[in-house]
């Protein structure tokens, strides 16, 4: 061994080490981006007695009551909540003809300009003896009906969803214009009672 | 001949590992780079329940959480089965909430304190009660974006 030369470091055990932290790693890693429901509270009332004020008629509000027991009464009619959506949307679409459905009046859309509105507005009130997973179920209902609604005349009028209008705003001022349309002639009303605890349940 | 028997004794080359070492970094750095640890430790149980209509958080800095349920099993005997709210680490009443949102706000960028998004990630056996209460505080405080956290399904039922 006249010859030395300086021995190569053995980097066969490099792979068990960035595996060990690879390990680690996938083992503390959460994926899960959270998801959930987005809404906005009201704000809170500046003068109680104003509250009293206001006078809303009643054909234009859709009243959904939900119990202890967590049953739905729907306008006056006990339902399922399976069948809660087409309701609202039946609701949220209207009908000029009939006195039983809210009136309409005349605002400022893009794109159509001036053009009667529907005056409607969605009411919930949930009892304190609610479940959550109830609440969350007849919010969904709520907000898949609005949605659908839009996404119906969305389609109708530019051939494109809703939603899809949504998705593509960023790259033209015309599709822009056409989701605000949309948005303004199906005005996401949903409006929350003071909650009353009637159940009995804590 | 002698040739051929020369190789025959040396069999298969053994298939070169050189590689794995970058392949296992190329993996390590990707979840080194996706993950986030848990910053809080649940006290209480949540499941979150099913919604079809859900939308993704976008800035997970600008989210804070709210916990409500029963607490775990091994905090029951100290503190019972009645649903109770988490904030942060620690048990909390709904008193607590002001001093709790004016921590949050505070930790975050001036421009930036109005569009911080509470997430309520309640357990769907819970009652309203409490829940409404949470809400009515946090009207009282102005921290009204809110979202009730809940996972994608796509169909619910009864």
Known sequence: MAKREISEINAGSMADIAFLLLIFFLVTTTMDTDTGLLRRLPPPPEDINELEKIDIKQRNIFEVLVNANDQLLAKGEYIQVTELKEKVKEFIKGDPSNPEMPEYKDEEVPIFGTIPVSKQIVSLQNDNGTTYQMYIKVQNELIAAYREVRNERALKEFGKSYDELVKLSETSETIKNQADAIKAIYPQRISEAEPKAIGGAK | ?158
């Open chain 2, 1 to 158: 001949m002698s040739k051929f028997r020369k190789n025959n004794s040396k069999g298969q080359p053994a298939i070169s590992t050189a590689a794995l070492p970058d392949i296992v970094f190329m993996l390590l750095f990707f979840f080194m780079v996706t993950t986030t640890m848990r910053e809080t430790t649940l006290k209480v149980k949540v499941v979150t329940p099913k919604a079809t209509e859900v939308e993704k958080m976008e800035k997970k800095s600008l989210v804070s959480y709210i916990y409500i349920g029963e607490p775990i099993k091994s905090l029951q005997g100290a503190f019972g089965t009645a649903p109770r709210i988490q904030l942060n680490d620690v048990f909390a009443t709904k008193e607590d909430l002001f001093q709790f949102v004016e921590m949050e706000k505070d930790k975050r960028d001036e421009a930036e304190r109005n569009m911080i998004t509470w997430s309520l990630k309640v357990d769907q056996d819970t009652k309203m009660g409490i829940v409404t209460e949470v809400k009515q505080e946090m009207r009282k405080v102005n921290a009204l974006k809110i979202n009730y956290s809940s996972k994608k399904t796509d169909r619910i039922v009864d």
